[in-house]
């Protein structure tokens, strides 16, 4: 089996996939013509989702792709071929991004932040602090991600409440409504938490009406798609306190250019799109089970409806 490594760091995932599968044949390169070169040999591809689009719109065509990135927007470009399989990388990012919102919803309870102003003013900070329990979750997508963040949220005590693309049952979650009902629920929201994908209906949902709608009191944090949220409306959402706060990692542009609002936002943080990053070690474990399955043809783990865009 010959696979194609397209990764910034491809030296890492080159070893670590030949330390746990020697059988295979691997080849990968920092120089786009040489990749370009060597996909024509490869069958199978692993790598991420921005590179490996270069690769198909040169007419290079696996049989099975397994993307680094739990977002697969890229391959999704119109007029790119989409007759190979597809997975995303799933089950290995519910812990870090479960850390990295409880990080931001205990600093915000806790207001970090301000006693930190204290006490770069010298002043004896005593204010009582609250607790996370019996506050109002809302995560909206309940998916793989989704439910490991609300799975490490359960011991604090929180409601947990969700949003996904239809209305279910679903634990440890409370209810489950369709994204239709999305303005209903984040009135009564303490947290607001977005992991939502990038699809045609995910796009630009968080508008001056549904900010409108928060709870002043509200945190809002942004850990799924950019695209989600329109930008303008949030910083002026911000300034009129309709929210108390929000929490971005993610931005439509990246980078986020110089003379963007969002640097000056009142009672915004930004963290630069490091809540849940790739672990090369668990992304070729999943690799190589996915490999054992599209070998005796079975279920992929992660494999991507086109149609619905995850």
Same mark, same amino acid.
């Given at each position: 089996?010959?696979?194609?490594?397209?990764?910034?760091?491809? &030296?890492?995932?080159?070893?670590?996939?030949?330390? $746990?599968?020697?059988?295979?044949?691997?080849?990968?390169?920092?120089?786009? &013509?040489?990749?370009?070169?060597?996909?024509?040999?490869?069958?199978?591809?692993?790598?991420?989702?921005?590179?490996? @689009?270069?690769? %198909?719109?040169?007419?290079?065509?696996?049989?099975?792709?397994?993307?680094?990135?739990?977002?697969?927007?890229?391959?999704?470009?119109?007029?790119?071929?989409? =007759?190979?399989?597809?997975?995303?990388?799933?089950?290995?990012?519910?812990?870090?991004? $479960?850390?990295?919102?409880?990080?931001?919803?205990?600093?915000? *309870?806790?207001?970090?932040?301000?006693? %930190?102003?204290? #006490?770069?003013?010298?002043?004896?900070?005593?204010?009582?602090? /609250?607790?996370?329990?019996?506050?109002?979750?809302?995560?909206?997508?309940?998916? =793989?991600?989704?439910?490991?963040? $609300? #799975?490490?949220?359960? /011991?604090?005590?929180?409601?947990?409440?969700?949003?996904?693309?239809? &209305?279910?049952?679903?634990? !440890?979650?409370?209810?489950?409504?369709?994204?239709?009902?999305?303005?209903?629920?984040?009135?009564?929201?303490?947290?607001?938490?977005?992991?939502?994908?990038?699809?045609?209906?995910?796009? =630009?949902?968080? =508008?001056?009406?549904?900010?409108?709608?928060?709870?002043?009191?509200?945190?809002?944090?942004?850990?799924?798609?950019?695209?989600?949220?329109?930008?303008?409306? %949030?910083? *002026?959402?911000?300034?009129?306190?309709? %929210?108390?706060?929000?929490?971005?990692?993610?931005?439509?542009?990246?980078?986020?250019?110089?003379?963007? /609002?969002?640097?000056?936002?009142?009672?915004?943080?930004?963290?630069?799109?490091? @809540?849940?990053?790739?672990? !090369?070690?668990?992304?070729?474990?999943?690799?190589?089970?996915?490999?054992?399955?599209?070998? $005796?043809? *079975? &279920?992929? #783990?992660?494999?991507?409806?086109? #149609?619905?865009?995850?």
């Amino acid at each position: 089996m010959h696979v194609l490594i397209a990764e910034h760091d491809h &030296a890492t995932y080159a070893s670590l996939l030949g330390q $746990a599968a020697p059988h295979l044949h691997i080849h990968t390169s920092d120089d786009s &013509a040489e990749l370009s070169r060597q996909a024509n040999d490869c069958s199978v591809w692993l790598g991420q989702p921005d590179l490996l @689009a270069t690769l %198909l719109r040169q007419n290079h065509r696996p049989q099975w792709l397994q993307s680094t990135w739990a977002g697969i927007t890229p391959l999704l470009a119109a007029g790119l071929s989409q =007759d190979y399989r597809l997975t995303r990388a799933v089950g290995i990012f519910g812990q870090p991004m $479960a850390e990295y919102v409880l990080t931001y919803m205990l600093s915000h *309870e806790r207001e970090v932040l301000s006693r %930190l102003v204290s #006490q770069v003013e010298r002043k004896w900070d005593t204010r009582p602090s /609250p607790s996370l329990e019996g506050r109002r979750v809302l995560i909206v997508g309940v998916g =793989d991600i989704g439910l490991s963040v $609300a #799975q490490f949220l359960r /011991p604090f005590g929180v409601y947990l409440f969700g949003v996904a693309s239809q &209305a279910r049952e679903q634990a !440890p979650f409370l209810s489950v409504e369709a994204l239709g009902d999305l303005p209903d629920l984040v009135g009564g929201a303490d947290y607001v938490v977005n992991l939502l994908p990038d699809t045609p209906h995910t796009r =630009d949902i968080y =508008d001056a009406k549904l900010f409108a709608r928060f709870k002043s009191t509200a945190l809002f944090i942004n850990a799924g798609r950019g695209v989600a949220v329109v930008d303008g409306d %949030l910083v *002026e959402a911000l300034k009129e306190g309709h %929210l108390a706060g929000a929490i971005i990692d993610v931005c439509r542009q990246e980078p986020l250019p110089q003379r963007h /609002p969002f640097w000056t936002a009142w009672g915004l943080l930004l963290t630069g799109h490091s @809540a849940a990053p790739t672990s !090369p070690t668990a992304m070729v474990l999943l690799f190589i089970e996915n490999l054992r399955r599209f070998e $005796a043809g *079975e &279920a992929l #783990q992660g494999e991507v409806d086109f #149609q619905r865009g995850y």
